[in-house]
């Protein structure tokens, strides 16, 4: 039986905060809507509300606290993967009986990467995954939380240990050969109110 990784106070609180914006955006999304179905044809009176609606975002992204509002001023970049070095090792527990991953990521590239999400397979001698594992190992704020690690900032090592022991069964740990995937990846936009005034002013003038 594989232990369950209990939630901590702090990441519990960082998801509530995430739940609340995302149900305030769906309600918001369904007073549009209806908006829109009762206005029916009166097409300026709608642009206008809804520029007047999107240009206070980036004031309201701006309003959030630091802990939230960071999470908002990323962007997903598949390509920077090249910029990573990702190594993974297995290590034993004293008996010898079970195994863990470690992994070293270090960012070679000139950006700061704000989330990455790296899945773990250990693959036995026939090549068929015996345990798989998926880790955070960077985040867009950091707390006093194994689940939230912060920022990898350019040119920065970083060393983590993978979820928790798992049994060899038949396998001996020098035949386990590690697979790696990046499943997810952001970097770090800097003053996203700014570039996200940017972006709604190309889009209300288009």
């Not at 029916?40 to 206008?48: I, P, R």
């Not at 509300?49 to 701006?62: D, H, R, S, W, Y």
């Not at 001996?172 to 997810?184: K, R, T, Y």
């Amino acid at each position: 039986m594989v232990a369950q990784k209990r939630m901590s106070a702090l990441t519990a609180l960082v998801l509530g905060v995430a739940g609340v914006l995302a149900v305030g955006i769906a309600s918001g999304s369904a007073v549009v809507a209806y908006t829109l179905h009762v206005a029916g044809g009166n097409t300026t009176a709608l642009l206008g509300f809804a520029e007047n609606t999107v240009k206070g975002l980036p004031e309201l992204i701006e309003a959030l606290p630091a802990a939230v509002g960071d999470i908002l001023h990323d962007r997903r970049v598949p390509s920077y993967v090249s910029e990573l070095d990702v190594e993974v090792t297995f290590v034993a527990n004293t008996k010898g009986d079970r195994y863990r991953p470690v992994l070293t990521v270090t960012n070679g590239g000139s950006e700061v990467v704000s989330m990455l999400a790296v899945r773990v397979a250990a693959l036995n001698k026939d090549g068929v995954p015996i345990g798989e594992w998926t880790e955070m190992v960077a985040t867009p704020i950091a707390l006093d939380d194994n689940d939230w690690r912060g920022p990898l900032m350019p040119g920065s090592p970083r060393y983590v240990m993978v979820g928790g022991w798992r049994g060899l069964g038949s396998s001996s740990l020098s035949s386990l050969a590690p697979a790696v995937e990046i499943s997810d990846i952001r970097v770090w936009i800097g003053d996203g109110a700014a570039l996200g005034t940017e972006r709604l002013a190309a889009f209300t003038h288009d």
